[in-house]
């Protein structure tokens, strides 16, 4: 079969296309006809070896697919690697079945994407109606997404934060009340400005750097930031214990694979909440592109660029 393989650690230019035998199923496993992955800005940090799981060489990349089950039912998945290839193994747990009015590139941008921002909002935050809510990169795959469902869960201000003219447009266009320029010199001022003056209550945030720590200070008393990614590269200066306390404030992160050790399947109740929400055309999924599997390298290319808009996936039948 035709598979990225990475052999040696760095850039998008380890990405390199390959023959592979077809990955054998371990036990409970099923193996998946894969006509689609997803590129999640996570597979650049395990291209590199930086993300938060060490990985291993030699490494198919790729953390969700959608394809057809042994059955023929159309899935989508997650895995821990090997997405980017025409075959891929995957447990039936982390399998969800894609409904009517669902295409599999849309269940790509809700697997990862939509369910971290369903549980930075409802779990992280726990945005309470009527709230502010700053969303850090608003054109990305989560931001796209989470602009809209701070709106449907009663967000009363969303401010989302982008680095062009085209993401902020489009952040306005999903239901945003107001727009941030990501390259404002002070992003605490920014963020109290676009909110009408007013400290904000919760904060999105996947940049790091000075925006985490400027965002930190915006924080309205009892405010909320989730922290889910590190695109800058950059770690954000510490956070001081006295300051929590003195401006009654709280700083948490999120990884979603914690999702699956809670109770009562809270991954079941955001993946069945998302794949309603689309059906009924209450939520729009934002598509970047899809590019031929042999050019995974260019997609990372331009994910890294941070200049794509919503959701990256690979077409592993061309």
Request: glycine share 12%; net charge negative.
């Amino acid at each position: 079969m035709r598979a990225i393989q990475i052999t040696e650690f760095g850039g998008p230019e380890v990405l390199g296309l390959t023959e592979l035998p077809e990955p054998e199923p371990g036990p409970g496993e099923i193996l998946v006809d894969v006509t689609r992955a997803g590129i999640n800005f996570a597979d650049t940090h395990q291209a590199e070896n930086s993300y938060l799981a060490p990985a291993s060489l030699p490494l198919v990349p790729g953390m969700e697919i959608a394809g057809r089950a042994p059955d023929g039912r159309r899935v989508v998945a997650l895995t821990t690697s090997g997405g980017y290839a025409e075959k891929a193994t995957a447990s039936p747990a982390l399998c969800f079945d894609i409904p009517e009015g669902v295409t599999e590139e849309d269940a790509l941008a809700l697997i990862v994407q939509g369910a971290t921002a369903w549980v930075l909002l409802r779990k992280s935050v726990r945005l309470d109606p009527g709230e502010s809510v700053a969303v850090h990169a608003a054109g990305g795959g989560v931001g796209t997404l989470a602009v809209q469902l701070a709106k449907h869960f009663g967000a009363g201000r969303v401010i989302a934060v982008a680095s062009s003219e085209d993401k902020r447009a489009l952040a306005l266009e999903l239901g945003a009340d107001a727009v941030v320029d990501s390259s404002a010199p002070d992003m605490t001022q920014a963020l109290i400005e676009a909110n009408d003056g007013r400290r904000v209550d919760t904060v999105l945030d996947m940049v790091g750097g000075r925006v985490t720590d400027q965002s930190v200070r915006a924080l309205a008393p009892f405010g909320r930031l989730a922290f889910y990614g590190m695109a800058s590269r950059e770690q954000p200066e510490p956070v001081k214990l006295n300051n929590l306390m003195r401006f009654s404030t709280t700083v948490a992160g999120m990884w979603l694979p914690h999702v699956w050790t809670l109770p009562g399947d809270v991954m079941g109740q955001a993946m069945e909440e998302l794949f309603g929400l689309v059906s009924q055309g209450r939520l729009r999924t934002v598509l970047g592109g899809s590019y031929p599997l042999a050019e995974a390298s260019r997609a990372h290319e331009a994910l890294r660029s941070r200049g794509t808009i919503g959701k990256l996936t690979l077409d592993t039948t061309i």
